[in-house]
């Protein structure tokens, strides 16, 4: 099956610094990828969508300066929170979709990240 | 207000019970609906996935069921195991949205 990797699995930083988060597809070209964010017992919260090469479309609310997204290869998308702060700390989800508007998406196993 | 509504938010059973999971949705028309099972600290894995056309979907022990007229679906868990725990979610999607519900956290105990 479809395979989505995300690193780091968890991270730790202080506030004010910037953190990445990579996205891989490893055995598919994935042409589109999701970003979502998830609170502790919540559901997850989509945050922007990214086709390879193209800007990403960031939804209602989510500052797209903040989260820098980069979908450069079509396995591999980052988010990049800038300047992060407590409230940034969430679990961070990417999945992927092997074409645009198809129904399959496959979830990466989430990333961690605590903001001092 | 969610477009999908789950019931209930929480659950414990015993292992070897069966149990059921609701999910209530107002998005209209929508191409399909999914159950994706999230382990804690991990990401969502999908179990079932159904047109509006189809009524119920299985998946090992996992069976899904859908009726578009009520806008209701439910998951079914037989014979639950003690790796059935787990946070159940379901999402609707309709134009290339996803709407996801907030899920039901699922606990089996010994």
């Known amino acids: 099956g479809a395979v989505v990797s995300q690193h780091p699995s968890w991270v730790i930083c202080k506030s004010g610094t910037s953190v990445k988060i990579e996205c891989r597809s490893l055995?598919?070209?994935?042409?589109?990828m999701f970003w979502y964010r998830q609170f502790p017992k919540q559901s997850l919260m989509l945050m922007a969508t990214?086709?390879?090469?193209?800007?990403?479309?960031?939804e209602q609310g989510v500052e797209k300066d903040k989260f820098l997204i980069n979908h450069a290869s079509l396995t591999l998308s980052t988010l990049t929170v800038t300047s992060a702060h407590p409230e940034d700390s969430s679990f961070y989800i990417c999945?992927?979709?092997?074409?645009?508007?198809?129904?399959?998406?496959?979830f990466g196993p989430g990333t961690r990240l605590t903001v001092l | 207000k969610n477009q999908v509504e789950q019931s209930p938010q929480s659950l414990i059973i015993l292992e070897g019970k069966n149990c059921t999971l609701q999910?209530?949705?107002?998005?209209?028309?929508?191409?399909?609906l999914r159950w994706y099972k999230q382990d804690t600290g991990r990401g969502p894995v999908s179990l079932t996935i159904?047109?509006?056309?189809?009524n119920t979907k299985s998946n090992g022990r996992y069976t899904a069921t859908l009726d578009a007229d009520t806008k209701q679906s439910s998951l079914h868990i037989t014979a639950s195991q003690l790796s059935d725990s787990a946070s159940y979610i379901c999402?609707?999607?309709?134009?290339?949205?996803?709407?996801f519900g907030a899920g039901t956290q699922v606990v089996v105990t010994p």
């Open positions: 999945s992927a979709s092997v074409a645009v508007g198809t129904d399959t998406q496959y």
């Open positions: 055995d598919f070209q994935a042409t589109t």
């Open positions: 990214s086709n390879e090469g193209s800007k990403a479309t960031y």
């Open positions: 999910c209530n949705y107002t998005v209209s028309p929508f191409s399909n």
């Open positions: 159904m047109t509006f056309s189809e």
């Open positions: 999402v609707v999607r309709r134009e290339g949205k996803f709407q």
